[in-house]
């Protein structure tokens, strides 16, 4: 695997962007310079993240999320 993380990822499973090898690795996204733990999906390239808004879910019974834009910074929790 490489040590740069992908350009768009997501947690949510139903999602193209979904890849289970690398949530595992255990990814961080920093959003406007602030470690961010809620981040559902994001993209590098647009400039947004995808933040679960607390405990809601919608009538499908998934996590409701939050769409904000600006500067994101994943890495690798596991890079020395």
Do not use: H, Q
Request: hydrophobic share 30%; with cysteine.
């Amino acid at each position: 695997m490489t040590d740069t993380p992908p350009d768009r990822l997501s947690g949510n499973p139903n999602s193209p962007f979904y890849d289970e090898k690398l949530l595992e690795r255990g990814v961080g996204v920093r959003f406007k310079g602030v470690e961010k733990t809620n981040v559902d999906e994001y993209c590098v390239s647009e400039g947004w993240v995808r933040l679960t808004a607390g405990t809601a879910k919608d009538r499908a019974g998934n996590l409701m999320t939050i769409k904000l834009k600006g500067p994101v910074e994943p890495y690798f929790k596991d890079a020395k």
